[in-house]
């Protein structure tokens, strides 16, 4: 099963390639789900269909669906946010302010994260191709299971709720000096499911093999300089891109076309050679190209010239070239447990030179902001008893130095 997000910029046309890429993959004879995370809905206006919150066949082997995020708020997360006003008002939560802690930010687009795996999981599709939405709000819906679940583990640890009865006799949740067994029970098994899904979620995004992204953008500067950040703060979530899609290039005049329409045309052409020259090899990621149509393409048979212009004979599906791993350590100096070691966590940032780049050591985490996009990396063991004393930017890796601090370290 593989899965194939796209996103880009606002108008760049991520909708239309991504409902390109399941016809051609539908028409190869696989089954192929496109599904919409986008609030604005455009993929049936792409497919020309109607389409809704259920897989519905187009034609054999394509599938299409819009997620409904609100029905999913309404049955899905108004059972769990009941009991998380039982854990508040157990703990001496006002009412009123318990029903405002219950509204998690972003809730809407982790569900419907949430509803893609589960699509992908049915065994029914062999590729699921999302439309998700804005680059800014793809961002946060991909960083969502984890901050999440860091904010579960932070208010509920796993140890308090393996143990029943505990965590209502600490929010006071009893009833004639016993824990109310059944409905505290049942709050458990609710949070433990959250639990179970988020970490679902995170094991989707992170297997590189299974699931990757896919950056639509337009040949122009504002927006190939959004997609580098994007592609840097994508990888400091160690999330993988397979490809950089470029969309709308014009094809160069013949030499012997003259007159102003000719001029622009040659000149936005050249403009657009320039820009892609400079994203051509960007982190390693390869660039493909999609010609600008006269007509708009709407309808399977127009998204199918699309994609045969995007893909010519390769496979759609296929995931790009593994590079080097997004994080890994290495030792620089010293054996075993010497304490003259030293190692360098190297993390993989694409572009990471053209923006500020932050860095702090908050316990056994790294923060590392990058271009206003800022993660809590957590510190192999080997690292939490080790000192940050420098830290260098070496072309696309960010090299962060340890060595072993006395207090700590293995003697």
């Known amino acids: 099963m593989r899965v194939v997000l796209f996103t880009g910029k606002g108008g760049v046309g991520k909708t239309t390639l991504a409902a390109a890429t399941a016809a051609r993959l539908a028409r190869s004879g696989r089954k192929a789900l496109v599904v919409s995370t986008d609030p604005a809905h455009s993929l049936g206006d792409a497919l020309d269909a109607d389409l809704s919150g259920d897989p519905t066949e187009l034609e054999g082997g394509l599938f299409a669906a819009h997620i409904d995020t609100r029905a999913l708020l309404d049955s899905s997360w108004g059972q769990l946010q009941g009991h998380l006003r039982t854990v508040l008002a157990g703990a001496g939560v006002d009412e009123l302010v318990a029903d405002e802690l219950t509204v998690l930010p972003g809730v809407e687009d982790l569900l419907a994260l949430g509803e893609v795996r589960r699509l992908a999981e049915t065994g029914l599709w062999e590729v699921v191709v999302v439309d998700c939405g804005p680059t800014a709000e793809t961002l946060r819906l991909l960083g969502l299971p984890e901050a999440i679940s860091g904010y579960?583990?932070?208010?509920?640890?796993?140890?308090?709720?393996?143990?029943?009865?505990?965590?209502?006799?600490?929010?006071?949740?009893?009833?004639?000096?016993?824990?109310?067994?059944?409905?505290?029970?049942?709050?458990?098994?609710?949070?433990?499911?959250?639990?179970?899904?988020?970490?679902g979620l995170r094991a989707m995004l992170a297997d590189h093999t299974r699931t990757s992204i896919r950056l639509v953008l337009t040949p122009e500067r504002v927006v190939a300089a959004e997609t580098r950040r994007t592609l840097t703060a994508l990888a400091l979530h160690g999330l993988a891109v397979d490809g950089l899609v470029a969309n709308r290039v014009v094809p160069g005049p013949p030499v012997s076309l003259r007159g102003p329409a000719a001029r622009w045309l040659r000149e936005r052409h050249t403009e657009?050679?320039?820009?892609?020259?400079?994203?051509?090899?960007?982190?390693?990621?390869?660039?493909?190209?999609?010609?600008?149509?006269?007509?708009?393409?709407?309808?399977?048979?127009?998204?199918?010239?699309?994609?045969?212009?995007?893909?010519?004979?390769?496979?759609?599906?296929?995931?790009g070239e593994q590079g080097p791993p997004l994080m890994r350590v290495r030792r620089t100096a010293g054996?075993?447990?010497?304490?003259?070691?030293?190692?360098?966590?190297?993390?993989?940032?694409?572009?990471?030179?053209?923006?500020?780049?932050?860095?702090?050591?908050?316990?056994?985490?790294?923060?590392?902001?990058?271009?206003?996009?800022?993660?809590?990396?957590?510190?192999?063991?080997?690292?939490?008893?080790?000192?940050?004393?420098a830290a260098r930017l070496d072309g696309d890796d960010l090299c962060v130095v340890f060595v072993p601090d006395p207090a700590v370290w293995v003697r």
Not at 180 to 193: E, F, Q, R
Not at 341 to 366: H, K, T, Y
């Open 152 to 199: 579960l583990e932070r208010l509920f640890p796993a140890h308090r709720r393996a143990v029943r009865g505990l965590l209502a006799g600490l929010a006071g949740g009893t009833k004639g000096g016993k824990a109310d067994g059944p409905g505290w029970d049942a709050t458990i098994d609710a949070l433990d499911a959250l639990a179970e899904q988020l970490a």
């Open 272 to 319: 657009q050679q320039v820009v892609l020259a400079e994203l051509a090899g960007l982190g390693d990621v390869p660039l493909r190209t999609a010609g600008h149509s006269a007509a708009e393409p709407t309808g399977v048979p127009a998204l199918l010239e699309i994609a045969e212009n995007l893909y010519g004979d390769s496979d759609p599906a296929a995931p």
């Open 335 to 389: 054996a075993g447990t010497s304490a003259d070691s030293e190692f360098e966590l190297v993390l993989r940032l694409p572009g990471a030179a053209d923006g500020p780049l932050d860095l702090a050591r908050v316990g056994d985490e790294l923060a590392v902001a990058v271009g206003g996009v800022r993660r809590m990396v957590a510190l192999p063991s080997v690292l939490r008893r080790c000192a940050v004393t």
